[in-house]
């Protein structure tokens, strides 16, 4: 049989489905590793407010080390990550601007470079490493990128001391000027992976009688369906069975928000509980992996600076204010919890990358997924060493299962430049860098 293209789409009216990886899709000489057909992706999931760093930072370096407190949830996926310590954001320190640490810490995290301070519209940082490699790889991808975020935040205005909202709310920069604006919900994210944006008609009708996606596409997937193997059948029931059951959990989300709040407008599709907001968004994430729809996303799991409670933990106080904490062991063992609870949320998703097989190996194994911050402890602003975590084994050339601890201050900048290499794309510097991170494989 004739191979199918890598990009091969199902098409209906006002609707488009990408396809995961099928055997289909692979020559048959190449059947012995069909992963040569995937090419790297990179997520980069930003969380505010630093962490309690003796709770993230295990005890010994190597392959032997333990995962601490904050990072016991990671235990099934440990062989795949790198926790890594001793890496900085020199141009998140204040460097004569006086206050601001948040508002910095946002700004650098992807750029490395120094925002400027002010509240107007002469907003500067510096391109991010996302749209770095966006730039070049994006046209390979249907989206050149995806950005995605759990607060809405403010373009415009003043924020954290005399710096613009936009620096808290971004950290994605498509130029210096640029920011590149977060989608916070769920159903327009569905709609932007899947929608084709040319039958507006064909959207409303499909919300109108709560039609799947797949419906729309029904015939060309049964065209494709005929054609194609077992192994590969199986395949495309799974993978509809998933996006199925991210409609049902967006639309189920919009009614129990009405119900529960019936006086009150509430956007349409977005949760208003943080574990099913954040897994939607970790779900559309790897989907849009699943499907080379793009291969380059953010996250933010909250605007930097972030005061929200986190009641269901009972921690009622907001995490900005606690974060700065004066050794206060109350204050110290609630941020412990929201930065575990936020570490188990990720672990749902690199648990989801890694069980989505993709050729001889997995999503993960094909992926990057950065979760870090530019700040480690809140409590005094500090910019060093920092809480960094470097899932996946970037398709062989990482090595994982490791803490990887660097001596001496290492700029992040330098981990990003290595993991643009790792994307195909050649950069000699970015941001701040003095070279390559070591060690990675």
């Avoid at 710096?163 to 808290?168: G, H, M, R």
């Avoid at 084709?196 to 015939?219: H, I, M, N």
């Avoid at 996303?297 to 904490?325: D, P, W």
């Avoid at 004066?326 to 110290?332: A, C, L, M, S």
């Amino acid at each position: 049989m004739k191979p199918i293209s890598r990009r091969t789409i199902l098409k209906g009216v006002g609707a488009s489905l990408a396809l995961p990886v099928l055997d289909a899709m692979v020559p048959r000489a190449a059947w012995a590793a069909p992963e040569q057909l995937v090419k790297n992706r990179a997520a980069f999931v930003f969380f505010p407010n630093g962490a309690i760093m003796k709770d993230w930072t295990p005890t010994q370096a190597g392959t032997s080390y333990e995962l601490p407190k904050t990072l016991a949830s990671l235990k099934d996926v440990q062989s795949d990550l790198l926790v890594i310590t001793g890496l900085a954001h020199d141009k998140a320190r204040a460097n004569g601007d006086g206050a601001g640490d948040h508002a910095r810490c946002s700004a650098a995290f992807l750029t490395a470079a120094q925002p400027r301070k002010t509240d107007g519209a002469d907003i500067s940082v510096g391109k991010s490493v996302d749209q770095v490699a966006a730039e070049k790889i994006g046209t390979e991808t249907r989206l050149p990128s995806l950005e995605l975020g759990i607060e809405a935040g403010r373009q415009a205005g003043r924020c954290d001391s005399g710096y613009s909202c936009a620096y808290q709310s971004n950290i994605s920069w498509k130029s210096p000027n640029t920011p590149m604006a977060k989608e916070i919900n769920p159903k327009l994210v569905f709609e932007r992976l899947f929608g084709t944006g040319e039958d507006a008609k064909a959207a409303k009708e499909r919300a109108f009688y709560r039609k799947s996606v797949l419906d729309f596409v029904s015939q060309d997937a049964k065209q494709l369906r005929d054609t194609l193997g077992a192994d590969d059948r199986r395949k495309m029931d799974e993978y509809f069975t998933s996006v199925r059951e991210i409609e049902t959990r967006i639309d189920r989300s919009a009614q129990v928000d009405a119900e529960r709040r019936p006086d009150i407008p509430c956007p349409d599709g977005i949760p208003s509980d943080w574990s099913d907001h954040v897994k939607m968004m970790y779900d559309l994430m790897a989907l849009a992996f699943q499907t080379n729809t793009t291969r380059v996303c953010t996250f933010m799991l909250a605007n930097s600076g972030s005061n929200r409670s986190y009641k269901e933990l009972g921690v009622s106080e907001g995490h900005h204010q606690i974060s700065h904490h004066r050794d206060d062991e109350e204050k110290v063992a609630n941020l412990q919890k929201i930065d575990q609870y936020m570490v188990e949320h990720f672990a749902y998703f690199l648990k989801k990358l890694k069980a989505t097989k993709e050729g001889n190996s997995n999503l993960l194994d094909n992926s990057m997924i950065l979760y870090g911050c530019a700040i480690s402890d809140a409590n005094r602003h500090r910019h060093e060493n920092l809480p960094m975590i470097l899932a996946g084994r970037g398709g062989g050339t990482i090595n994982p299962g490791r803490h990887l601890k660097y001596d001496s201050e290492v700029p992040a900048s330098n981990l990003f430049l290595s993991m643009l290499d790792r994307m195909g794309v050649e950069e000699q510097r970015f941001g701040d860098s003095t070279g390559r991170a070591e060690q990675l494989s």
